[in-house]
Nanobody
Framework: VQLVESGGGLVQPGGSLRLSCAAS????????MMWLRQAPGKERELVAV????????NYADSVKGRFTISRDNAKNTVYLQMNSLKPDDTAVYYC?????????WGQGTQVTVSS
């Protein structure tokens, strides 16, 4: 199983970014996918979850209305569209899945929101 995130960077407050997570090594269309983040000095936080078929999503209260999780099962990729970014969104963002009895994580991508 391999998860590779991309799309992070430096953005001004109020700006947008789209993160991508390319998956391989498992049947992507059968797996729920998650985005989590970890800011310096803080615990890792679940940001968004999407069901295997993409029909069900859930979000942390802190990002509701600003972030959208989606997936393309034909491309084995999950996305996180982040709008109206705030400095508090600064963190390393990870995608995660559970396959079999194990959890798998990507290496993370840094998102920095600053003027």
């Amino acid at each position: 199983v391999q998860l590779v995130e991309s799309g992070g960077g430096l953005v001004q407050p109020g700006g947008s970014l789209r993160l991508s997570c390319a998956a391989s090594g498992f049947t992507f269309s059968n797996a729920a996918m998650m985005w989590l983040r970890q800011a310096p000095g803080k615990e890792r936080e679940l940001v968004a979850v999407i069901s295997s078929g993409g029909y069900t999503t859930n979000y942390a209260d802190s990002v509701k209305g600003r972030f959208t999780i989606s997936r393309d099962n034909a491309k084995n990729t999950v996305y996180l569209q982040m709008n109206s970014l705030k400095p508090d969104d600064t963190a390393v963002y990870y995608c995660k899945t559970t396959w079999g009895i194990r959890n798998y994580w990507g290496q993370g991508t840094q998102v920095t929101v600053s003027s």
